[in-house]
């Protein structure tokens, strides 16, 4: 089975500009989670979907952050007028889970995001 | 509310030497998941082990052994014969079941130096 991948790997912007990244999940995962990790920090939820639905959202997602997952399969977080304050590794995961369990999330090997 | 603590910031150990890196977590819940992922320097975070909060027998797994007490919310993880190898940043995990759509809390991360 193929992981979950994302991309890209790297990214250095300029404060102000857009940036969107995208994650692959492992076929057949119908959950897709975002996180966000910051130097030495633990990840931080960011927000999930079950299928195409975005269920939850966390406060950490300002306005400017938007994520989709229109057809179930891949994902993509935007953040809009980025600022210094988003530099930190984007960490995506996929879990197969139905009605009150909770599998196993397998993660990506993230994006790195440097705002300058 | 829920929260995971690793007092343990960073732990040295000289190869061959057992480690133990404590694990202690926060929850109302009675049903809920905890997980062990190791963060290697390429920054995959890389799953090591989920456990049920109504199983509370220890799991070995090779040199790898988890201990389980919910008497004291605690999660502690074990390697045995530590080799360079380890060295990596490892992560606890709590996951509620109901209502939080499986989402993740992490503590904050054990570094672990394993030296030749």
């Known amino acids: 089975d193929t992981g979950v991948s994302q991309d890209p790997r790297h990214k250095i912007t300029k404060r102000g500009q857009n940036v969107t990244f995208r994650c692959d999940p492992i076929s057949e995962h119908n959950r897709l989670y975002w996180y966000r990790q910051t130097l030495g920090q633990g990840p931080e939820f960011l927000t999930y979907f079950q299928n195409e639905a975005q269920l939850e959202k966390s406060r950490l997602l300002s306005d400017r952050f938007s994520a989709e997952r229109p057809k179930g399969s891949f994902s993509t977080l935007e953040i809009q007028r980025t600022e210094q304050g988003d530099s930190a590794m984007y960490l995506c995961a996929s879990s197969v889970a139905s009605g009150g369990t909770t599998d196993t999330q397998y993660f990506g090997p993230g994006t790195r995001l440097t705002v300058l | 509310a829920q929260k995971v603590t690793q007092a343990q910031t960073e732990i040295s150990v000289v190869e061959k030497e057992d480690v133990t890196l404590d694990c202690v977590y926060e929850?109302?819940?009675?049903?809920?998941?905890l997980f062990w992922y190791k963060q290697p320097p390429s920054g995959e975070l890389v799953f090591l082990i989920r456990?049920?909060?109504?199983d509370e027998q220890n799991e070995i797994s090779g040199r790898y052994s988890w201990n389980f007490q919910k008497s004291t919310s605690s999660f502690n993880f074990t390697i045995t014969a530590s080799q360079v190898v380890d060295s990596a940043v490892y992560f606890c995990a709590l996951s509620e079941v109901w209502g939080q759509g499986g989402k993740l809390i992490f503590g904050q991360g054990t570094e672990l130096s394993v030296k030749p």
């Open positions: 929850t109302r819940d009675t049903t809920y998941y």
């Open positions: 456990r049920n909060s109504f």
